[in-house]
């Protein structure tokens, strides 16, 4: 089955900064790449996703990059702000076919005002 | 629209008392999913379904039990309660199609076992 490392798992940095979070995956046959955003005591949130036919996608402040030779995708936030300190998990699945993501360890991401 | 809805938010259960989890979805997705969030160690699938009356195992899938009667409903059912199974326990829901396989998640649940 699949399975997704994400590094690191703590990541603390100063407003404005720029903030990188790193996934690995094992299944070639994964072609959807979410990441979800979860605030304290709230549920997980899509907040960018990325396919397999893409190499990067943009959203405001935020981009997610995906190297499909060598099974790594990553999420980037730049100008960080307080409201941006939450939990970041990447995912992994085939879109279409076996639905079901496999999650990373997840990244708490602190931003210092 | 609701989305996902979970219950109850939050319970304490003594050592071998059994419950169930409600989650409901109106979105008519296809796939339903429970997860376990403990710290440090992110999301782990417990069971999952990809359709009525079809359920199959996730990661950690022992000390529970599940069943798909329609699509809308995907209870998750603690035999006989453990410490263990102290956890913040979430239910997602998807289209799964390949235009859309965003996971929407309920609330949540705080349970603890004492």
């Known amino acids: 089955g699949e399975n997704v490392e994400q590094h690191p798992s703590t990541l603390s940095v100063q407003e404005g900064d720029s903030a990188v979070i790193k996934c690995t995956y094992s299944?070639?046959?994964?072609?959807?790449f979410p990441w979800y955003k979860q605030e304290l005591g709230k549920r997980p949130q899509l907040i960018i996703d990325i396919r397999s036919n893409v190499g990067e996608k943009k959203d405001q402040r935020i981009a997610v990059t995906l190297n499909k030779t060598a099974k790594h995708f990553s999420l980037h936030i730049t100008e960080t702000q307080p409201e941006d300190s939450a939990v970041y998990f990447c995912a992994a699945h085939a879109s279409g076919g076996s639905y079901i993501p496999t999650f990373g360890r997840g990244t708490s991401l602190i931003v210092h005002p | 629209n609701a989305g996902v809805t979970q219950t109850p938010k939050f319970q304490v259960l003594k050592t071998g008392q059994s419950m169930t989890l409600q989650c409901a979805q109106d979105m008519n997705h296809e796939y339903m999913s429970w997860y376990r969030q403990d710290p440090g160690m992110g999301l782990r699938l417990i069971h999952y379904s990809v359709g009525a009356g079809i359920t199959d195992q996730g990661e950690v899938p022992n000390g529970y039990n599940v069943s798909r009667s329609t699509t809308e409903d995907f209870p998750l059912r603690l035999l006989s309660a453990a410490p263990s199974q102290t956890s913040v326990y979430f239910c997602?829901?998807?289209?799964?199609?390949?235009?859309?396989?965003?996971?929407?998640f309920g609330q949540g649940t705080r349970l603890t076992v004492v």
């Open positions: 299944d070639s046959a994964s072609n959807y």
């Open positions: 997602a829901s998807g289209y799964g199609g390949p235009g859309d396989a965003e996971a929407f």
